[in-house]
């Protein structure tokens, strides 16, 4: 570690067992998405901390966006501090919402239990890693640079936000439609995701979902050639995919750092595949009806490369449907665009990604790594509607443990990323 980052290294150090705690703090609060529970309790813990700091908190409520609703409101908070003189803002942005526990825990999900057997320790519990960890480390980066330079320019910001598990609807997505990342607003953003604490994440690619419907006509399954099957005409489509649509696409390369290496192809997955007859309710005991399937569909999930647009994307299937049509008598599809977000990376010379390089290079003493997530995140909203390009992924934990059981972030990788975390501060905001 180079001379000019010890203080901060030091400082972060000795606010050590209150990020431990605070990180339990947030674990230890279910905030279960969906349905989207106990947002306005996360978001008052956190307002409470920082109002006593000296921040300006505002709890938002996402009121009408998807998910929102008086049983489950989308609440944010915003907390911001001002420098002593004028200057940028730089701005941290973690989602406090998690997924579901799921099954094969050996540790309790909400408990954050600590484990220091493990070298640097760890805490466990659902969201520790994805971002309950990241936004503590943010938090704790934070006040130590005011700490330490009560006298700089500019503002920081500190944002947890709903629901983006979810899309980020009742979250980013919204609060970036209020104007809150408009680049006149806010100049940095930083996303403490769990990238670990030597990458930058630049972006991620971009995504369309749609669900395909293949035609048929229904007749008794006993003389099937009086009606029209969709789930041959479904299977003549995936034979299509198999045969022409997958090689093309996993010979499609990106120049895009994504990780992990496997998914810097376009890639393409059927997430669901109904046709016929529905499923028997739970407890039905009597046999299925001989029937001729007179519709079936699929949900697709092609994930898009920056290379590509996702209008040719849909055209490209488009052409693939239509090339089936030709060729079998009787073929008929509709197709529905589900979602789609377009890829994003910000550039390497951005002000945020040299800065945070540096800050990595002085804590960790090594060339900081460049990646791009296989999917999206909330930096999608702060493009798009923000129109802010100047902004990362960057944060403690290892991206694989997301949504896994027993879930949990490093202590000490968390320490190194607060510490990177306030250089930044100090990098970005000037004076002091
Ligand atoms: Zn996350």
Redesign the pocket.
């Known amino acids: 570690m180079d001379d000019a980052a010890l203080p901060f290294r030091a400082e972060v150090e000795s606010r050590g067992d209150d990020l431990v705690a605070l990180t339990q703090d947030l674990i230890r609060i279910p905030t279960l998405n969906p349905p989207g529970r106990m947002y306005r309790e996360i978001c008052e813990m956190l307002a409470a901390r920082l109002t006593a700091r000296g921040w300006r908190c505002e709890l938002l409520r996402a009121t009408g966006a998807p998910g929102d609703s008086d049983r489950y409101p989308r609440w944010n908070l915003i907390a911001r501090i001002e420098g002593a003189g004028p200057g940028p803002c730089v701005h941290f942005n973690g989602?406090h919402d998690v997924v579901e526990v799921g099954h094969g825990w050996t540790r309790d999900p909400f408990g954050a239990e600590i484990d220091m057997d493990h070298p640097g320790g760890r805490i466990f519990g659902r969201g520790a890693c994805?971002?309950k960890g990241g936004i503590a480390a943010a938090v704790i980066a934070a006040e130590a640079f005011v700490a330490l330079r009560p006298g700089f320019a500019g503002a920081v910001e500190l944002s947890a936000t709903a629901d983006?598990?979810s899309g980020g609807f009742g979250g980013v997505a919204w609060l970036a439609e209020q104007g809150r990342f408009s680049p006149d607003r806010v100049q940095h953003v930083i996303i403490p995701?769990?990238l670990h604490k030597d990458r930058i994440c630049l972006g991620h690619r971009g995504v369309w979902w749609a669900e395909i419907e293949t035609k048929g006509r229904i007749a008794h399954g006993s003389m099937p050639f009086l009606g029209d099957s969709a789930i041959r005409h479904m299977g003549a489509v995936l034979e299509e995919m198999e045969t022409h649509l997958y090689p093309m696409l996993a010979a499609r390369r990106t120049a895009m750092p994504v990780i992990p290496e496997g998914a810097r192809a376009s890639t393409l997955n059927v997430n669901s595949i109904h046709g016929g007859e529905a499923e028997p309710e739970p407890g039905y005991t009597g046999l299925p009806a001989p029937c001729v399937a007179d519709r079936c569909r699929i949900v697709i999930d092609r994930r898009v490369l920056i290379e590509e647009a996702v209008e040719e994307v849909k055209a490209e299937m488009r052409a693939l449907l239509d090339r089936v049509r030709a060729r079998r008598p009787g073929f008929d599809y509709a197709i529905r665009d589900l979602f789609e977000v377009q890829p994003t990376m910000t550039d390497r010379d951005a002000p945020v990604v040299r800065a945070t390089a540096r800050a990595v290079a002085r804590v960790l003493g090594a060339e900081a790594g460049f990646v791009v997530s296989p999917g999206t995140?909330d930096q999608k909203h702060i493009d798009r509607i923000g129109r802010l390009k100047n902004c990362i992924a960057y944060g403690p934990g290892v991206l694989d443990l997301?949504h896994q059981p027993d879930e949990w972030i490093g202590i000490a990788d968390m320490i190194d990323s607060a510490t990177v975390m306030a250089l930044v501060l100090d990098d970005l905001l000037p004076g002091g």
């Open positions: 989602h994805d971002m983006e598990e995701e769990p995140y997301a």
